[in-house]
Structures are given as structure tokens and as C-alpha cells.
């Protein structure tokens, strides 16, 4: 099979992949592609097969091992990097804690958070900024602080660790999971010290009290995770939606004029520009038959989640951003066992956010060529590094 080579494709493939994706859709649902980042993998387009891949139990998320060889595992084990049983226990774990209840106690909150950040970047005289520093990204990663329990003080810490992480800056990650580790280690220590009404207090306390007590290195693991996965899918949905929405000016006018339609838009946003590309890695811990190719063992796959909300045998006019549709059924936060805890979270920031920056920005408007944006890099995350707004 010819391998794809997405990297020749340039700055056009990460301005917008769909195209690309669309093309080798129609060849297929399974193709061996060289990716931004320089690596290789075997991709899963297709909604049908991208959906079955990720609920495929031969495709695992730990590295299989040959015979004879030592058993690997990772310095840093959480929900993305772990398969039964030890996936089964950590996300038991979580879930315990991480519930429908606690999210949405946090509403007003996130309300709060957000009009602040607007009342900051409205105040700007000149009437412009870049949304994404100013709100897409302080927003979710406040509100991930404020959940996991991170003082006031330590949170510039972890945006800049956040930052770093999805990057994907690879001389940087030995010192900021150097960082990150001593930080977390001293944050959970004082946290079964002094429990406070968070979920890393709640977790500690609750693991302890049923005897199944978190390791250093899965409580690290833990907050990894959530400090990446918790926000950055929300910092996608949040920037994705508005530049779709002020490409759209009836859609946009609809949703100012009936606030009913918000639950709509958000998961229209996520269908149609998925902050996620393909989920975390997976990979065939045997020879695994898609679509009439055979992957062969241990070979990196990627369900590729953002393509199949474009699959016109799933979705009519796919290409047609349009926030009165019946999106149920996108992929955008997984499917199976590894479906993202996050989602309820992320839908409440998105919702809060959308809202309430269309009703205090009026005229608001790109402030830039769409063309001219710089996006994301790489497979994992999509949206622009930068989103320059006037109003």
C-alpha cells in the first residue's frame, strides 16, 4: 500500500485537513499515512470504521510487548495510556468523583469565570483582540484549576505547563514533566493533609478510604490528564465555534435572536470542527483486518474523530455548518471505553462561553484573512494558535 504523505501537504493540510481526508475516504478507510510530526500511522477515516476502531479491543493503548521482552510501563499511567483492568480501576476511580452532579454545580462559576475574562478583554479601547489568549484558552483552564484544587498562586504555573505540553515541543518535555511531577507530589501530599473541596482532595480521600490507594505516579498521571485533556478540547470548541459562527452570519443570526438553539450549536461546532483530529494513541496488539487491510502488530493507529463528522454516509451535507441539524452521533469526544469523562464539562464551558460572549460583544468580527490563521500542528488538537476578533 502507498503511504500518504500528509506532510507534503503543508500548511494546506493543517488549515483544513478535511479535504485531504475526504479524498482518502473515497479510496478507502484505512491508509498508511506520514504525518505532521514526523512519524507514521495507519488512519481510519469514515464514520462506520472510525466509530468500530474505537470500541476494537485489539487496539490497545499500551505498547504490545514481544516474548521475552520486559513488561513497559508508563512513567506517567492515566485514562489515555492504560487497557483493562488497570484502565477499568483508574477510570472507577475518577468517575466516582468526576460526576453529572459536580459539574454541574460548577455553572455559576464558569459564568463567573467567564464574564470576568470579558470584562477584561472588552475594556481593550481599541475594541480588538486575540480571543484565544484573552478567553478560549483562561477560561477552561481556570475553571480546570479551580477543580482539581490548584492555589491561586500556582495557576500561571500550569498554564505555562499546558502550554508546553501541547506544543509538542519534544526538547521541552523532560523538565516540564520533571516540573510537573514535583509539583503534583507536594500538591497531593498537602492535599490528604488538609482535604479541601476538590476533586484531587475527593479522589485522595476516597481511594484511601476504600483501601485503594492512587500511586505517586497514577496521581501524577491523573492531573496530567486532566490539566491537558480537561481544557484543551474546551479551548478548541470555544475558538472553532466562534470563527464557524462569523463565517456563518445566518447561523450566527439565528442563535442571537433563540438562545434555544445553544445545545444545538454547541454539538453542530463539534461535529463539524472537532477540537480533537484523532484521540490518543492506539495501537494492534495483533494482526487487525479494517475495511479489507490487514494492520499489522504493534503498527500506531488513529481513528481519525474529526473526519467522520464529515462522512455524507452519516451526515447530510456535511460540509453545511448548520446549528438547527440532528448532530447526535458525532464522534467528537470518542466512543467505547475511553469515551472522554470531560465531555458534560466541556459542553458547559462551551455553552457558557458562546452565549455569553455573542451577548456582550456586539458587531463582533474576524479581525484577520481566515486564511491567515496559524492552526494547531500535528494530529491531536485543532484550532487556531491565534484568533484576532474585533466588536
Not at 145 to 164: K, T
Not at 191 to 213: C, I, M
Not at 239 to 265: E, F, K
Not at 270 to 285: G, H, K, N, T
Request: aromatic share 6%; hydrophobic share 45%; proline share 9%.
Amino acid at each position: 500500500m502507498d503511504v500518504v504523505d500528509l506532510v507534503a501537504a503543508g500548511e494546506d493540510f493543517v488549515r483544513n485537513p478535511f479535504p485531504h481526508f475526504a479524498a482518502l475516504r473515497e479510496r478507502g478507510p484505512v491508509h498508511r499515512a506520514h504525518l505532521p510530526g514526523g512519524y507514521h500511522a495507519w488512519l481510519v477515516v469514515g464514520h462506520q470504521e472510525a466509530r468500530a476502531a474505537l470500541a476494537d479491543p485489539r487496539l490497545v493503548k499500551a505498547f504490545p510487548n514481544e516474548p521475552g521482552e520486559p513488561e513497559r510501563e508508563p512513567a506517567v499511567p492515566h485514562l489515555l495510556n492504560t487497557d483493562p483492568p488497570d484502565h477499568t480501576r483508574l477510570r472507577g476511580l475518577v468517575a466516582r468523583e468526576f460526576t453529572p452532579g459536580r459539574v454541574a454545580a460548577l455553572a455559576p462559576r464558569v459564568q463567573e469565570i467567564a464574564d470576568r475574562l470579558l470584562d477584561e478583554m472588552l475594556a481593550a479601547p481599541d475594541r480588538r483582540a486575540d480571543l484565544v489568549s484573552a478567553f478560549s484558552f483562561p477560561l477552561p483552564v481556570t475553571v480546570i484549576c479551580e477543580l482539581i484544587g490548584v492555589p491561586n498562586l500556582d495557576r500561571d504555573r500550569f498554564r505555562d505547563w499546558s502550554r508546553a505540553l501541547t506544543a509538542a515541543r519534544p526538547e521541552e518535555m523532560p523538565k516540564v514533566k520533571a516540573a510537573m511531577t514535583e509539583y503534583v507530589d507536594g500538591l497531593a501530599t498537602a492535599k490528604r493533609e488538609e482535604p479541601g473541596d476538590d476533586l484531587l482532595s475527593a479522589l485522595l480521600h476516597t481511594t484511601e478510604t476504600d483501601g485503594d490507594r492512587l500511586s505517586r505516579a497514577e496521581v501524577v498521571g491523573m492531573v496530567w490528564l486532566l490539566l491537558v485533556a480537561g481544557h484543551e478540547t474546551t479551548v478548541g470548541l470555544i475558538s472553532n465555534g466562534v470563527l464557524a459562527l462569523l463565517g456563518h452570519p445566518n447561523q450566527l443570526a439565528a442563535l442571537r435572536a433563540d438562545w434555544s438553539l445553544l445545545d444545538g450549536a454547541v454539538e453542530e461546532v463539534l461535529r463539524y470542527d472537532a477540537p480533537v483530529m484523532a484521540p490518543a494513541v492506539r495501537f494492534a496488539a495483533e494482526p487487525v483486518e479494517i475495511g479489507g487491510t490487514v494492520i499489522p502488530r504493534r503498527d500506531l493507529v488513529l481513528p481519525v474523530i474529526a473526519e467522520a463528522g464529515r462522512d455524507p454516509a452519516r451526515f447530510l451535507d456535511p460540509d453545511r455548518f448548520d446549528i438547527r441539524r440532528e448532530p447526535r452521533g458525532h464522534l467528537a469526544f470518542g466512543h467505547g471505553i475511553h469515551y472522554c469523562l470531560g465531555a458534560p464539562l466541556a459542553r458547559l464551558e462551551g455553552r457558557v462561553a458562546l452565549r455569553a460572549l455573542l451577548e456582550r460583544a456586539p458587531g463582533l468580527a474576524l479581525d484577520s484573512d481566515p486564511a491567515a490563521l496559524s492552526w494547531q500542528p500535528g494530529m491531536l488538537t485543532r484550532g487556531p494558535l491565534r484568533l484576532p476578533i474585533r466588536w
